[in-house]
């Protein structure tokens, strides 16, 4: 049992299980982040962030506990964090939040609940990548633009090119 000068406690046991299981959803998070972006590649770096930020978030929270002021703290200090990296696609910040409630779970040791959501969306995630979901198809606006072409629209100048100077 982990004791602090607060007069609050951690038992190893359920920190143990917290931290554990957190780990295991992250290797499931990014196995499963992997097959889902097989086509487009990843990066190693950012699968090595999923399978540790599940963990890192289970500790703040065993560690936070129910202290209020603790909670403003962590916030506190995590505000001053600056992230250096461009933010990414949309996909790869739900992929974030995924790993993200899956570290809050564990750490809250709702260990079951978070075993059940992450087999459910990581299944999801898988099957929409595979299954192409939301791939570009002949409905793309942006594809069926058409220019009207007008005589004095010409090589790229608004006056054609007869009026050059």
């Known amino acids: 049992m982990f004791t602090s000068t607060a007069e609050?406690?951690?038992?190893?046991?359920?920190?143990?299980?917290?931290?554990?299981?957190?780990?295991?959803?992250?290797?499931?998070?990014?196995?499963?982040y992997m097959m889902?972006?097989?086509?487009?590649?990843?990066?190693k770096n950012f699968i090595v962030g999923?399978?540790?930020?599940?963990?890192?978030?289970?500790?703040?929270?065993?560690?936070?506990?129910?202290?209020?002021?603790?909670a403003f703290s962590m916030a506190g200090a995590f505000a001053l964090v600056r992230f250096r990296s461009a933010p990414g696609n949309a996909k790869d910040i739900a992929v974030v939040f995924f790993t993200m409630a899956a570290?809050?779970?564990?750490g809250l040791g709702y260990v079951t609940f978070a075993i059940l959501f992450v087999v459910?969306?990581?299944?999801?995630?898988v099957v929409l990548s595979l299954s192409g979901f939301g791939g570009r198809n002949g409905c793309d606006r942006s594809a069926r633009r058409t220019e009207h072409h007008r005589p004095d629209h010409q090589h790229g100048s608004p006056l054609g090119s007869s009026h050059r100077q």
């Not at 889902?36 to 990066?43: I, L, S």
């Open 50 to 70: 999923l399978v540790l930020l599940p963990a890192i978030v289970a500790v703040v929270i065993l560690l936070i506990g129910s202290n209020v002021a603790r």
């Open 120 to 125: 459910i969306i990581a299944l999801v995630m």
């Open 36 to 43: 889902a972006c097989k086509k487009d590649g990843y990066g």
């Open 103 to 106: 570290g809050l779970a564990c």
């Open 8 to 32: 609050n406690t951690i038992s190893v046991g359920p920190a143990v299980l917290s931290i554990a299981a957190a780990v295991i959803l992250g290797l499931i998070i990014g196995i499963s």
